[in-house]
């Protein structure tokens, strides 16, 4: 990589353990000529435990929209530039959007470097299934907006990921108990990659308890994983054999209906699910 390349690097940088940080992005950010950092105080403890001594320009919610075409000016004549937040993956639920968006109105090439992330990190550790799910960030801090949310989530049939911090957790695990049922299979990760790491599977109310009574400690940051509805209603069989099953005897609109009385579940979603697997057995 040049040091003169015009390129606006997207660096992701440790969530907890600064080995984490990969070599190439260890090299990027020590060859760019400059650093956009969420906290240049947090970015610069961890550039000062890698001997890397690279400038850095604060860019957060608060300034990225007056800053972003300046820092792309820079780009433009000749300079390179990474973007870093306090940790993790830039733009997933961290400031930046701005900046991109800025560089790829002007032609300013982009590329990501990829590394560390919460999002991926909670997935891989949550024993629930990955091939569909939706990241859903921070829940609304106002208790109704909270109720509003969740409320329109709660027959999502995907894996459900959200970020949370301590000051609000217990009311956030309280609240997806209330409305998702505190039967829902969850994960909930605590300071994941640091020294005091909690992984923990079980029922939303089984979290929510553990969280209450003190065994899952009430400090660090957040990462809640929710089964999708389906997975919680379809427990005690195989809901997908189910739909193929009786997809080759009735008409498919008759055997969605047929489900939902004996289930519970919404006709829709699983109208959507029968014809999600035919495709998948014509394909």
């Known amino acids: 990589m040049s040091s003169k390349s015009g390129t606006l690097f997207v660096v992701a940088t440790p969530i907890g353990n600064l080995e984490d940080l990969t070599p190439r992005a260890r ?15 947090h970015t610069g403890r961890l550039l000062s435990h890698f001997g890397v001594k690279t400038r850095l320009l604060a860019l957060h919610d608060h300034n990225e929209a007056e800053l972003a075409d300046k820092v792309i000016d820079m780009v ?22 701005r900046l991109v968006r800025a560089a790829h109105a002007r032609g300013v090439p982009v590329s990501p ?7 991926t990190a909670a997935l891989s550790v949550a024993g629930l299934a ?36 301590v000051h609000r957790i217990e009311a956030a695990l309280a609240a997806l108990s209330g409305i998702f049922g505190t039967d829902r299979i969850a994960f909930l990760g605590r300071e ?14 089984e979290i929510h308890a553990r969280l209450v009574d003190g065994s899952i400690i009430k400090k660090g940051e957040f990462v809640i994983i929710v089964g999708g509805s389906l997975e919680t209603k379809a427990s005690s069989f195989d809901l997908d054999s189910l739909l193929v099953e009786l997809s080759g005897k009735l008409p498919d609109k ?15 979603v699983l109208y959507r699910r029968l014809l999600e697997l035919a495709k998948l057995e014509g394909s």
């Open 192 to 205: 994941l990659t640091k020294m005091h790491e909690q992984c923990v599977h079980g029922t939303l109310g």
């Open 27 to 41: 090299q990027t950010l020590a060859e760019v000529d400059l650093i956009a950092a969420e906290d240049t105080r």
């Open 254 to 268: 008759e055997v969605a209906q047929a489900i939902a009385r004996a289930t519970g579940e919404k006709r829709n």
């Open 130 to 165: 990955t091939d569909r799910f939706c990241f859903e960030g921070f829940l609304p801090a106002k208790k109704k907006a909270r109720f509003d949310m969740l409320t329109g989530l709660r027959d999502e049939v995907r894996t459900m990921v959200f970020y949370e911090s």
């Open 76 to 97: 433009l004549a000749g300079q390179s530039v990474a973007l870093v937040s306090d940790a993790g993956t830039p733009l997933v639920s961290d400031p930046g959007y």
């Open 113 to 119: 470097i990829p590394g560390a992330s919460a999002l």
